[in-house]
């Protein structure tokens, strides 16, 4: 962890609505304390809205979803290829250690995120997209952060770490 | 009930098909196949004010790249066709469920009798596609006040051929026990029926005299099986996850109820049709309200959106 220097921002995705499909986006403006605007978690319009939790914003790694492509490790029956609009996180990052980043304050461009805690699977999830995720995205379903710093972020921001 | 994803659909085709009904093909806005279907499902089409309403898939089962709706304009119904008739065309974008199915073929049946009446051939359209595409036997008789406003009719007899019978009530009216008494009434032939009530509740009716038995005569029903003098009285829920025990009041439903309380429940049509809300239940005396349960499933599940229950019931959520 301590020598992680940085990553990527691959992908925005937002959804108005619980259960509508994710849209990518070329910008997204981040408000601290709200969430993404024009996101289901900003509009209070989200499955698990009237639950409140740390779901500003939720982030996972491209290596979770290459690695269920490749069934690697072999935790499901076959090879599970989904779209990066599909898992319903809002960043797709590409060299984060997100699982290490509860707790942690972290920029993405010029926001800064804090790590809240680790996004569990959910059955919801496996309903909507018609394939067995549940149990492969296991200790590997991302991050949920709220947002310190708001501001415009684009895929390719560069992803850092803020506290030692 | 599983949750299903909302999509973007882009209307690539909207032709009038007979007299007030509207056929629509739709395509995903950005991905080449859409989600998988048997004949029999339906979709819900949401609306921009928020109504949901459902329509059968006509189209075939084998085509994932479109999605086909055929939309009667119901100029006494609840708006949603009528809205849709008006305001969409071609290029537009609508929000579509991916399909749920809650009618289809029956997977033992060895014979296929599908009865169809007006717009009720949408649903069974598709599954004479997919009956066909098995290289099933199957016969379909299709009923209409005038072949001029015979929905579908056109592609049913391109899909069925000389396995069409038309009963058309200006030509020659269906005489559904003359048609029971030509029915070969073997262990692998299932009855499907779709149409107005009338026409259902005569099938229900000859085939119960004729002694077929109920797991092989199967309904698509899109209309509230609702009785006006049903009495709602207020009954008590027992969340069998948590113990928490919650009063439906005589004026609101378990559905809303268990909403307020908390509960993420999926809900489409609320009218007891569309399935999206069925749970489990363990104890207590249901009243069931829905035209979408089985007998059989009743036993074991209900639909919270319109069925109560006598005092009180265990809900398996």
């Known amino acids: 962890m301590t020598d992680w220097q940085g990553g990527e921002l691959l992908h925005i995705h937002i959804a108005p609505a619980a259960a509508h499909e994710m849209e990518a986006v070329d910008e997204a403006e981040l ?5 993404i605007v024009g996101d289901r978690y900003f509009l209070g319009t989200g499955t698990y809205s ?23 490790p ?63 995205l296991y200790n590997r379903s991302g991050l949920n952060c709220t947002i310190e710093t708001g501001g415009v972020i684009h895929p390719g921001d560069v992803i850092s770490p803020l506290d030692d | 009930m599983s949750a299903r994803i909302i999509m973007k659909l882009t209307v690539i085709d909207r032709v009038e098909d007979c007299a007030g009904v509207l056929l629509l093909s739709l395509r995903h806005h950005r991905k080449p196949l859409l989600p998988a279907w048997r004949g029999g499902a339906h979709v819900d089409i949401h609306l921009p004010d928020g109504k949901v309403r459902q329509y059968s898939l006509c189209g075939d089962p084998c085509s994932r790249e479109t999605y086909q709706v055929a939309i009667q304009r119901e100029t006494t119904g609840r708006g949603g066709s009528n809205w849709i008739h008006d305001q969409v065309g071609a290029g537009d974008t609508v929000h579509v469920s991916a399909p749920r199915t809650n009618f289809s073929l029956d997977d033992g049946a060895e014979r296929h009798v599908f009865i169809a009446g007006g717009i009720g ?10 009956a066909r595409t098995n290289g099933q036997d199957f016969v379909f008789h299709y009923c209409a006040r005038r072949r001029a406003d015979a929905p579908l009719l056109a592609s049913l007899a391109s899909v069925c051929a000389d396995r069409l019978v038309t009963h058309f009530s200006d030509e020659q009216r269906l005489d559904i026990d003359a048609m029971f008494a030509d029915l070969d009434a073997a262990e692998g032939t299932h009855i499907y029926g779709c149409g107005p009530a009338r026409l259902t509740d005569a099938i229900r009716r000859v085939a119960r005299v004729e002694g077929w038995p109920e797991e092989r005569v199967h309904f698509e029903v899109f209309q509230p099986a609702l009785d006006d003098d049903f009495k709602p009285e207020p009954f008590e829920i027992i969340v069998a996850s ?3 025990r919650v009063t439906v009041p005589a004026d609101q439903s378990a559905l809303s109820i268990l909403r307020e309380q908390g509960y993420s429940m999926p809900s489409s049509c609320e009218l007891g049709v569309c399935g999206a809300c069925i749970c489990g239940y363990t104890d207590g005396q249901v009243i069931h309200r829905d035209s979408v349960l089985s007998l059989a499933d009743r036993q074991a599940r209900m639909t919270p959106c319109i069925s109560r229950a006598r005092n009180s019931v265990t809900l398996d959520i």
């Open chain 2, 242 to 244: 948590t113990g928490q």
């Open chain 1, 74 to 136: 072999p935790l499901q029956d076959g090879p599970i290829v989904l779209d990066p609009s599909d898992h319903r996180r809002n960043l797709t990052t590409r060299g984060v250690p997100l699982n290490h980043l509860v707790g942690k304050r972290f920029r993405v461009g010029d926001t800064i995120l804090r790590g809240g805690r680790l996004n569990f699977p959910c059955k919801y999830l496996e309903e909507l997209l018609g394939e067995p995720v549940y149990l492969p």
């Open chain 2, 121 to 130: 051939v949408t649903p069974l359209l598709a599954m004479a596609r997919e």
């Open chain 1, 31 to 35: 408000v601290a304390g709200r969430g």
């Open chain 1, 50 to 72: 009237p639950k409140p939790d740390i779901r500003e914003v939720t982030l996972i790694e491209i290596e979770t979803i290459d690695a269920l492509a490749a069934n690697d």
